[in-house]
Nanobody
């Protein structure tokens, strides 16, 4: 049974930090590109950060560059998102995603974790 379980969300003041974790099970984690997406109320889901499976190269949305860092631990089947200097506009539900392209696309989603940045 495939599972992606996010944790680490919560309420934080502007300028604060949070570290999200996504624990994966039920599939070969090291074969999948891992990403964090977010969706704010009334907005479409957007890609926040992505980390490759082969070389751990990373990509970030312009809005989070220099503030967020994505990393992965294949031994623990876990992907992380370190979020620093948080802003109110970072408020959203954050989702973990795993994707692989072999003959066809296979992807999995977590249930999401709420991040609220407010004073």
């Amino acid at each position: 049974q495939v599972q992606l379980v996010e944790s680490g969300g919560g309420l934080v003041q502007p300028g604060g930090s949070l570290r999200l974790s996504c624990a994966a099970s039920g599939f070969t984690f090291s074969s999948y590109i891992m990403s964090w997406y977010r969706q704010a109320p009334g907005k479409e889901r957007e890609l926040v950060a992505r980390i490759a499976n082969i070389d751990s190269s990373t990509n970030y949305a312009d809005s989070v560059k220099g503030r967020f860092t994505i990393s992965r631990d294949n031994a623990k089947s876990t992907v992380y998102l370190q979020m620093n200097d948080l802003k109110p506009e970072d408020t959203a539900v954050y989702y973990c995603n795993a994707v692989r392209y072999v003959w066809s696309k296979t992807d999995y989603w977590g249930q999401g974790t709420q991040v609220t940045v407010s004073s």
